[in-house]
């Protein structure tokens, strides 16, 4: 909508989840680094934590293209209102089994723990990655646990890698905290990450010149405190205003402006963060 006012070939700021636009921070560097680390030294479980928007889905997105290079094998799956059954339903699709409709939870489980052998019979690491652990049914923390030490008894080819909301893991320390190797953090991005971060996705959609001042940039990171959702949902907004006023460069008042509109909230003490628009 936007894109051709202000000199893009695509909306930068509107493809949250894809990985062309995953834009690599220092504290997004060293998560990968870190979760990679975990991969080559066939270690067992990797936790994944942060708040609300910080980019845990779309770094558990790129690590599986960089295992995937690797010649790994990778499993991923979004717990996201899930129960056990759908869990292993859902884990047996991203296996390749093409599990029916009608698939009892005994046999998805029996036919999940034989392909897990047979990698392991052709000496095939495998990675299973799981999101949206603290928003799955809590039946499936069991069998996560069930799963993980089933791998961990056959031959230590299997890594298992979490993402979890940090608010929730008081809730979910019992188990993870016995079963996780590692615990990687993702933060929000400080002011001149968040530049960074703006200039680097407006350069990916073909900008060649600061579309946002300084100031405006000040105000992004002072509206979102940083949050990389919230600050794709304000440059977005704040795009379609200036094109809207037939501006040339969207500053700190416009961004004042469109901010009005919005509701955020940004708890620091439980990392929470909660974007409304007013209707």
Not at 121 to 132: G, R
Not at 171 to 178: A, D, K, T, V
Not at 242 to 256: E, F, H, S, T, Y
Request: some cysteine; overall charge negative; hydrophobic content about 40%.
């Amino acid at each position: 909508m936007y894109e051709s006012y202000w000199g893009l070939s695509a909306s930068p700021f509107n493809n949250r989840l894809s990985t062309r636009w995953f834009h690599e921070s220092g504290v997004h560097e060293e998560a990968l680094a870190r979760l990679f680390y975990l991969v080559e030294q066939k270690r067992g479980f990797g936790l994944l934590s942060g708040g609300d928007g910080v980019g845990k889905t779309l770094t558990l997105k790129v690590l599986c293209e960089q295992v995937k290079r690797s010649q790994r094998h990778v499993a991923f799956t979004n717990l996201l209102g899930l129960d056990a059954h759908e869990m292993l339903w859902n884990l047996s699709l991203s296996l390749g089994l093409a599990p029916s409709e009608s698939e009892s939870r005994w046999n998805l489980w029996r036919r999940i723990t034989d392909q897990m052998q047979s990698l392991q019979l052709t000496q095939m690491q495998t990675i299973f990655v799981f999101d949206h652990l603290e928003r799955a049914d809590t039946t499936c923390m069991s069998l996560l646990e069930r799963l993980f030490c089933t791998a961990q008894d056959a031959s230590g080819l299997s890594t298992f890698i979490t993402a979890v909301r940090t608010k929730e893991l008081p809730r979910l320390s019992g188990i993870l905290s016995e079963l996780s190797d590692l615990r990687v953090e993702l933060h929000a991005l400080q002011l001149d990450e968040t530049h960074e971060f703006i200039s680097d996705l407006l350069t990916q959609a073909g900008s060649d010149r600061e579309i946002f001042t300084n100031d405006a940039t000040l105000q992004i990171h002072s509206h979102t405190q940083g949050c990389p959702r919230l600050i794709n949902r304000l440059c977005e907004l704040s795009m379609i205003a200036g094109m809207a006023a037939d501006k040339d460069r969207i500053d700190g008042a416009l961004v004042n402006a469109v901010s009005s509109s919005l509701v955020t909230k940004f708890d620091r003490s439980r990392e929470i963060v909660e974007y409304h628009e007013v209707i």
